[in-house]
C-alpha cells in the first residue's frame, strides 16, 4: 500500500501527479547535478555503463558521429551535402518539434514550414537502421547556445548515441563552424556514405527543382569576415515578378535566349567531355529601362537559380573578390550591373563624359579595389569556377556598350551578347495585356504607329498602362504621352541641329580670324614662332 492512499490499494489520480512530478523533479535535479559537477571523462564512462545495461555489453551500438560542416577547405567553398541536408531535413518535420517556422513569400503556393535545426536532433530512417541529426556550432546566438546545452545533456537524449557527443566537447563552443553532426551505428557507415548521402543529395535537387522561391544574395554592405557566409550577405527572396511570359520582348530573341538556357543546362556531359567550367556568359547591353535587370529575373525564375548580385564598389581586395566567388552555389547566376560605370571596367581611351546619350549622369563607382582590372575580374572568375563550380551563368549589364574595355568585347569572352532596345509592337502588346488584360484595342494601331515613330522603352509604357485599371483612360494617355515625345524628340532635333549649325560657324569664323590674329600678334602663322626672321615685316611672314 502506497502512503496516502486511504484504504484503497491503487493511489488516486492526484497522487499520481504527485509521485511524477517529484520523480521528474528529482530527475531534473539528478541530470543538472551530473552536468555542472561530474567531469565529462566521468560521465562518457556513466553513459556507457548505462549503455551497456540496457543493451548487454556485446550488443551496446558503437555510434559514430560524423561532422558536415557549411563550408568546407580553407577557401570557404559551399559544401553541398550540408546544403542539401538543410532542404531534405524539412521533409522529416513533426508538429511536436520545436521551432517550427511557416512562411509564405508572394510569389510561393503553399504555405513553407521548415525548422530551427539547431534546438532539436532530427531522426531519420534508411532502409533498416536510423540515424540522428543535429545542427551546432556557427554565430553565437540564443539557439546555438541551446544547442550546445544539448550536447552537455547527453543522459536525457538517445543514451545509445551520447557518448559521441563527448568526442570533442571542445568543438561545441560558439565559435565553431556551422555543421551538421550525423549519428549513426558504425556497422552502417558503408551504407551512409555510399547510400544514404547520395540519396539525400538527388532529393534535396528534386525538392529545390520543385521550389520556386529563389534568392536574391547581394556582396553589398555584407562583412565577408563576420562569420555570416563568406562574403555574400544573407540572402532574400527573389520576389521579382518578371518571367519570359510578361516579358516585351520581340518573339524571337526571347525564343533565342530559352533555347539558349536550354541547351545550357542540358549540357553538363559536354562541358565535361571538353574539360571545360560549366558556365555561360551573358552581356546585355541597351538603353536604361529596356529590360535589362527584368530578364536576368526572368532568366533566374526560369532557370530556379539564385541571384548573387555583385557591388564591384564593395570589393576591398583580391581575397575578398575570391571569398564572394567562392560563397555562390552552384546553379546561380552571378550578376554585374552597370559594368561601364565601373572607371577599372571602362575602355580607358574613351573619353570620361559627365553624362550619357541619355542625360543620365555616369554614376561614379569606383572599386575600393585598385587592383582591379576587366581582365583580372575575369581570369579570377574563370579560374576559380573552372576549379569548383558547376552551372554558373555570369552576366554583365551596361547601357553603354561602346565605353566597355574591349577585353570584354573579344570574341569567346562573353559567350552571348544580348541586345535590348526600345519597345516594339510585339512587346508593346505584351505588356498591353499583362497591364490591361486587353489583346485588342481601337487605339492598338495608332500607338503601334506612334512607337514607331519615336525610341519608347518597355519601362515607359509600362509605367503609362498603370495610370488606369480603365484600358481606355491609360492607351489614351499612352496615345498623348507618344505623341508628347514626339513632338521632345523633334525640338531636340532641331535644336541640336541648329547648335552644330552654329558651331559650325564659329569654326568657321575663328579659322578666318586666326591669320589675321597671327599677323598682328606678329606670329609664324605655321608654328607659331614670335620672332620673325631678319628683315620680315611682322604682320605678313611665314617660316
Ligand atoms: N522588356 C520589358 N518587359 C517588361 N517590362 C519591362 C521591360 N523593360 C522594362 N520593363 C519595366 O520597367 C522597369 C524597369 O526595367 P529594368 O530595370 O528591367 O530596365 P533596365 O534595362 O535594367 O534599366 P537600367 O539600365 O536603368 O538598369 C521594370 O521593373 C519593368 O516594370
Known amino acids: 500500500m502506497f502512503p496516502g492512499m486511504g484504504g484503497s490499494s491503487f493511489p488516486s489520480t492526484s497522487m499520481m501527479f504527485q509521485y511524477y512530478a517529484s520523480f521528474t523533479g528529482l530527475m531534473m535535479m539528478i541530470t543538472t547535478a551530473i552536468n555542472t559537477y561530474v567531469p565529462d571523462q566521468v560521465r562518457i564512462y556513466i553513459v556507457k555503463f548505462v549503455r551497456n545495461i540496457f543493451y548487454g555489453r556485446k550488443n551496446a551500438p558503437n555510434t559514430l558521429t560524423v561532422a558536415i560542416k557549411e563550408f568546407q577547405g580553407a577557401g570557404g567553398v559551399h559544401n553541398q551535402v550540408f546544403e542539401a541536408a538543410e532542404t531534405y531535413l524539412n521533409t522529416k518535420i ?47 546566438n540564443s539557439s546555438s547556445a541551446s544547442s550546445n546545452r544539448m550536447i552537455r545533456q547527453p543522459m536525457m537524449h538517445r543514451p545509445g548515441y551520447s557518448d559521441a557527443f563527448f568526442q570533442d566537447p571542445a568543438e561545441s563552443n560558439e565559435e565553431s563552424p556551422t555543421r551538421f553532426e550525423l549519428t549513426f551505428d558504425e556497422k552502417h557507415y558503408g551504407k551512409v556514405v555510399e547510400s544514404y548521402i547520395p540519396y539525400i543529395l538527388k532529393k534535396a535537387k528534386d525538392l529545390n527543382d520543385a521550389n520556386t522561391t529563389l534568392k536574391l544574395w547581394s556582396s553589398g554592405g555584407s562583412d565577408p569576415y563576420s562569420g555570416r557566409g563568406p562574403g555574400v550577405g544573407g540572402g532574400v527572396n527573389l520576389q521579382h515578378p518578371s518571367t519570359f511570359q510578361t516579358l516585351a520582348l520581340d518573339p524571337e530573341l526571347k525564343k533565342e535566349i530559352i533555347d539558349d538556357l536550354d541547351r545550357f543546362v542540358r549540357r553538363r556531359d559536354f562541358y565535361t567531355k571538353v574539360g571545360k567550367a560549366w558556365k555561360r556568359g551573358y552581356l546585355l547591353y541597351g538603353p536604361p529601362g529596356t529590360g535589362k535587370s527584368s530578364l536576368v529575373a526572368a532568366m533566374a525564375n526560369y532557370l530556379n537559380f539564385d541571384v548573387y548580385d555583385l557591388e564591384l564598389t564593395n570589393i576591398r581586395s583580391n581575397s575578398q573578390l575570391r571569398s564572394v566567388l567562392l560563397g555562390t552555389k552552384n546553379r546561380s547566376i552571378l550578376l554585374i550591373e552597370d559594368i561601364d560605370c565601373s572607371a577599372e571596367m571602362r575602355d580607358r581611351s574613351k573619353t570620361e563624359d559627365q553624362f550619357d546619350e541619355y542625360g543620365r549622369p555616369y554614376r561614379a563607382k569606383q572599386s575600393r579595389n585598385p587592383d582591379l ?88 509604357v509600362a509605367e503609362e498602362l498603370m495610370v488606369s485599371d480603365d484600358a481606355n483612360v491609360s492607351l489614351t494617355g499612352l496615345v498623348q504621352f507618344l505623341k508628347r515625345k514626339i513632338v521632345e524628340a523633334k525640338r531636340l532635333k532641331e535644336e541640336e541641329a541648329q547648335k552644330a549649325l552654329e558651331e559650325e560657324k564659329d569654326q568657321k569664323e575663328t579659322k578666318d580670324e586666326e591669320p589675321k590674329k597671327t599677323r598682328k600678334s606678329g606670329m609664324c602663322s605655321k608654328c607659331g614662332s614670335i620672332k620673325p626672321p631678319p628683315g620680315v615685316i611682322p604682320a605678313a611672314w611665314e617660316c
Open 94 to 140: 513533426s508538429p511536436t518539434m520545436k521551432g517550427l517556422e511557416l512562411s509564405k513569400s508572394a510569389k510561393d503556393k503553399k504555405v513553407n514550414i521548415s525548422v530551427n535545426k539547431r534546438s532539436q536532433y532530427i531522426e531519420d530512417e534508411f532502409e533498416d537502421f536510423k540515424l540522428s541529426w543535429r545542427m551546432v556550432g556557427g554565430i553565437s
Open 373 to 460: 582590372t576587366l581582365s583580372g575580374l575575369l581570369n579570377f572568375i574563370d579560374g576559380i569556377w573552372s576549379s569548383c563550380g558547376d552551372e554558373r551563368i555570369i552576366i554583365f549589364t551596361t547601357n553603354h556598350k561602346d565605353k566597355l574595355d574591349p577585353a570584354l568585347l573579344r570574341p569567346g569572352r562573353m559567350d552571348k551578347h544580348i541586345h535590348l532596345s526600345y519597345i516594339t509592337a510585339p512587346g508593346f502588346r505584351i505588356l498591353a495585356s499583362n497591364y490591361l488584360s486587353v489583346e485588342e484595342h481601337h487605339l492598338f494601331g495608332e500607338i503601334e504607329e506612334l512607337l514607331q515613330a519615336s525610341q519608347t522603352t518597355p519601362a515607359e
